[in-house]
């Protein structure tokens, strides 16, 4: 017979699945709790017009997207950062500074499937908004760090490639391109690291093929791996932008080492980020070993709550996915066995004795305690079974004996000891035993 399937990259989640999935969640938002952040939401399905030349081509070309029974032009959400700016944009004014704020959602994107990526996905976002400088960067980058570190990794499982779009363009404008150019180049350096040479077709495609000294030039940027290797490149440069630039990179990389963080983030300029948006620092994670797509992504956007009708406003934020993220956890063994063991597990002589013990489950579940029994009367050895294999603590027996002396059988799981209780003490007993 035939069964619909889901479609491809959407995932199910069953019970075991959606433990782990509320694992991550819940620490992902202790984190973010602990740095002070406050938590919104936002509609799944937006206009459009809202991605449209805002979040990049590539992006644009993996939207789900339809006319609406209204004639309207929508999408599912590919990404939450258009939709913060929105948010946070109509009420600036309002609003304390800075705004710290995350969201723990789903994204959709039609993209190619591959292990790490799917069709829909989960992204912890996390922005600060109302903060031009790059003590903005240190709260984020920190925050990044914490949420993956609170699952027990280390700096032997990720680090963070930081980089910055800014020194990119005081770069190639010295080296005397323009606008147009420069963004070609970003593109190139963008897909370098998957294509290598190949990634400059596009860029010769639309402005003519690069001067050789000049692509060495780029090819030797892009494979700076440190702070004093950019001081080098760029002191034959000059110009006004680039001492404050520096003292920016000096103050966010003195900043994360204070809090001892440095050995996570390392200077790279072969990130640039291929969203539209971004306008300064970038930054993503990977693990290590290399063998996964991208933990994590982000970087600041000081002109996209402008650009989508707000007021100016420096912002600058990351998101993490859930999918290569459980990959490295499971790899290193750091997704925990969820238990969905009961507490207690009551076994229940007859009809008489079920509605005795349907009060104490009563009790006891408003208690706090999870408690389970059969639904249906069978034999007591077959319950007894099924109290073993629930793994509960304390088995309640309500027998015919128990029954008429007015008393519950206890039997302790573990050790196999039983003793009876008098009825109107069971919940006193039960805590005891749980607290102890
Ligand atoms: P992004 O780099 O497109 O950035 O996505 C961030 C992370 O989401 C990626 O590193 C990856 O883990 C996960 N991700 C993205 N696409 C997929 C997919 N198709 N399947 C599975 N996981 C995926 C952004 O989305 C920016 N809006 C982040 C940001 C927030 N920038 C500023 N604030």
């Known amino acids: 017979m035939a069964t619909f399937q889901t479609l491809p990259g959407f995932r199910e989640f069953y019970p075991e699945d959606l433990a782990r999935r509320n694992h991550i969640f819940r620490l992902w938002r202790q984190s973010a709790q602990v740095f002070g952040f406050a938590e919104y939401d936002a509609p799944i ?16 070309a993996q939207l789900f997207s ?6 309207r032009e929508v999408a599912l959400r590919p990404e939450m950062t258009p939709t913060i700016c ?18 723990i959602a789903e994204f959709y994107r039609y993209e190619r499937m591959q292990k790490g990526r799917g069709r829909s996905f989960n992204q912890f976002n996390a922005d600060i908004f109302g903060e031009p400088g ?7 980058i920190a925050l990044l760090i914490q949420c993956l570190c609170s699952f027990g990794l ?13 020194l990119w363009f005081y770069y190639l404008e010295a080296l005397g391109l323009d606008e147009a150019r420069i963004h070609g180049v970003l593109g190139v350096v963008d897909r370098h690291e998957k294509y290598g040479d190949e990634a400059f077709k596009a860029y010769t495609e639309k402005f003519g093929a690069l001067d050789a000294a000049l692509q060495g030039k780029i090819l030797a940027f892009l494979q700076i ?7 080098r490149t760029l002191a034959t440069i000059g110009g006004d932008k680039l001492g404050p630039r520096l003292a920016d990179w000096r103050k966010l990389l003195g900043g994360l080492e204070a809090m001892g963080l440095a050995r996570y983030v390392e200077v790279d300029l072969g990130v640039v980020r291929g969203l539209a948006y971004y306008t300064g620092f970038v930054f993503e994670a990977f693990d290590r070993k290399g063998a996964l797509r991208a933990l994590a992504g982000g970087g600041r956007y000081d002109d996209l709550v402008q650009k989508l009708g707000g007021p100016a406003l420096p912002a600058v934020g990351f998101a993490i996915g859930d999918m290569t993220f459980a990959l490295l956890l499971e790899q290193r063994g750091l997704l925990p066995a969820i238990g969905s063991a009961p507490d207690i597990y009551c076994v229940i002589g007859g009809e008489r004795e079920r509605m005795a013990a349907f009060a104490d489950i009563h009790l006891l579940r408003t ?14 050895g077959k319950q007894f079974k099924a109290a073993a294999e629930s793994q509960a603590k304390l088995a309640l027996i309500y027998g015919t004996d128990e029954l008429a002396k007015g ?11 039983e003793h009876e209780v008098p009825s109107a003490q069971l919940v006193t007993v039960v805590r005891d035993f749980f607290s102890t």
Not at 134 to 140: H, M, V
């Open 154 to 166: 280390t700096e032997q499982d990720f680090y963070i490639r930081l980089s910055d779009r800014n």
């Open 134 to 140: 790059p003590e903005a960067e240190i709260e984020l």
């Open 225 to 231: 791996k440190s702070l004093a290797g950019l001081e």
């Open 367 to 380: 208690a706090g305690y999870r408690v389970e029994y059969p639904l249906k009367d069978s034999a007591f």
């Open 66 to 71: 339809f006319v609406d029974k209204g004639g």
């Open 407 to 417: 008393v519950v059988k206890i039997r302790d799981l573990t050790d196999r000891t």
């Open 45 to 60: 399905l937006e206009p459009l017009e809202l991605y449209k030349a805002k979040s990049g081509e590539e992006i644009e």
């Open 86 to 103: 929105r948010l946070v944009g109509a009420r600036a004014n309002a609003l304390k500074r800075p705004i710290k704020w995350f969201s």
